[in-house]
């Protein structure tokens, strides 16, 4: 499976992403909404793991 990662905290997208490449999943991951929408962009994803606050979209 191919997993994206996304979350403002380092750690937990460390984390969550160790986590699911132990599973033998592939895993980019991108920490905060900007650097997230341009892994999104260059990766044909099918699952995606995200955190999104709405003052980001503001």
């Given at each position: 499976m191919k997993a994206l990662v996304i979350d403002g905290n380092?750690?937990?997208a460390?984390?969550?992403a160790m986590?699911?490449?132990h599973?033998?999943?592939l895993v980019?991951?991108?920490f905060g909404a900007v650097e997230g929408i341009s892994?999104?962009?260059g990766f044909s994803w099918i699952t995606a793991m995200l955190e999104a606050h709405r003052?980001?979209?503001r």
């Amino acid at each position: 499976m191919k997993a994206l990662v996304i979350d403002g905290n380092e750690d937990h997208a460390d984390s969550f992403a160790m986590l699911t490449k132990h599973g033998g999943h592939l895993v980019p991951k991108g920490f905060g909404a900007v650097e997230g929408i341009s892994v999104a962009a260059g990766f044909s994803w099918i699952t995606a793991m995200l955190e999104a606050h709405r003052s980001v979209f503001r």
